[in-house]
């Protein structure tokens, strides 16, 4: 049984910094492109960033203020968020998906798995 399972989540102040962690079981992590995506109030899922195959891919609204990396050893994936604004207010997930071609990398339907979501709040 698959699971992934985002911690990390919780309430900042603009302009401060979080650090989420994804720990997967019951797959074998290292072949999985790894996402994470984020779901505001009455807003569609959002892509936020990807890692596939070595390389990183991010939305343009956290582009040089998120970084996402990987621990194969761990079976976990991070996710870095500095300089934080109030609109990236959301549940954030992350998902586990074996399509590579980076342009469905941001798509949500590429992924296979899902985490249970992990509620970052930016107060102003």
């Known amino acids: 049984q698959v699971q992934l399972v985002e911690s990390g989540g919780g309430l900042v102040q603009a302009g401060g910094s979080l650090r989420l962690s994804c720990a997967a079981s019951g797959l074998t992590f290292s072949r999985y492109a790894m996402g994470w995506f984020r779901q505001a109030p009455g807003k569609e899922r959002e892509f936020v960033a990807a890692?596939?195959?070595?390389?990183?891919y991010y939305g343009d609204s956290v582009k040089g203020r998120f970084t996402i990396s990987r621990d194969n050893a761990k079976n976990t994936v991070y996710l870095e968020m500095n300089s934080l604004k109030p609109e990236d207010t959301a549940v954030y997930y992350c998902a586990a998906g074996l399509n590579y071609v980076p342009e469905r990398l941001r798509v949500g339907v590429s992924y296979n798995y899902w985490g249970q979501g992990t509620q970052v709040t930016v107060s102003s």
């Open positions: 890692w596939s195959g070595g390389s990183t």
